[in-house]
């Protein structure tokens, strides 16, 4: 058996245990995907596989290694995240949404599934960039890719390419589990579309926000 063949097979093995694993960008997700409906859903997950594999191209080029050798660097990009998870937990708990959408022009979560769709358009683009942002704000993320992608690349092969093969592998992985998710609330799409249940998964939503941007806040580089 070949060692690429070895290598790949031991990091789907690992990234998918990884991915199975709760987070900011799962709670992410899924706040999109039951408020704002899939295709909320899925612009968040495609905003935050981008993120990852901007992370990832950037450790294949060198480019994380800054975060891992630069305290300034470091403390910028960790600061700049934790106040942005803070900013966003904090509107999400002051002033929780009661309809699918803040902008839907007056469609509300009992106008069906016409509105369900009306608002789902209206929310898929700022929820793919909240997706993107919140994840290339995570400095982590780059530290995890810097430390974790070297560990399955075999002897001979070139560094970039298959540092690239790897980030991409992840990023699918992650699509893959997130759209089991997303498709996981449609059938709930009824109850989670009420006015309470939008109210208490954007305040739910916030405090997961803050609870990261809390924790990111106190992590240490190294």
Not at 36 to 63: E, K, M, Q, Y
Not at 135 to 155: D, R, S
């Amino acid at each position: 058996m070949s060692p690429v063949f070895l290598s790949l097979t031991s990091f789907v093995l690992a990234a998918g245990v990884f991915t199975l694993v709760p987070g900011l960008d799962t709670a992410f997700v899924l706040r999109s995907a039951t408020t704002s409906g899939p295709r909320a859903g899925f612009s968040a997950a495609f905003g935050i596989t981008l993120g990852l594999f901007i992370w990832g191209a950037s450790a294949a080029f060198g480019l994380t290694a800054l975060l891992a050798a630069s305290k300034l660097a470091f403390t910028i990009v960790k600061w700049a995240g934790a106040l942005y998870l803070f900013n966003v937990g904090i509107r999400l708990l002051l002033k929780p949404r009661t309809r699918l959408a803040p902008d839907s022009g007056g469609v509300s979560a009992d106008d069906g599934l016409s509105g369900r769709r009306i608002a789902a358009q209206i929310g898929a683009f700022p929820s793919f960039r909240q997706g993107l942002v919140t994840n290339l704000l995570n400095p982590k993320v780059g530290i995890f890719f810097i430390t974790f992608l070297p560990q399955f690349i075999p002897h001979g092969v070139n560094f970039v390419a298959f540092s690239l093969l790897l980030a991409a592998i992840q990023v699918m992985l992650t699509l893959s589990w997130f759209s089991l998710l997303i498709m996981m609330t449609v059938p709930l799409s009824a109850f989670l579309s009420r006015p309470r249940t939008v109210r208490m998964l954007d305040r739910l939503t916030g405090g997961v926000f803050m609870a990261f941007g809390l924790r990111l806040a106190l992590e240490r580089q190294g």
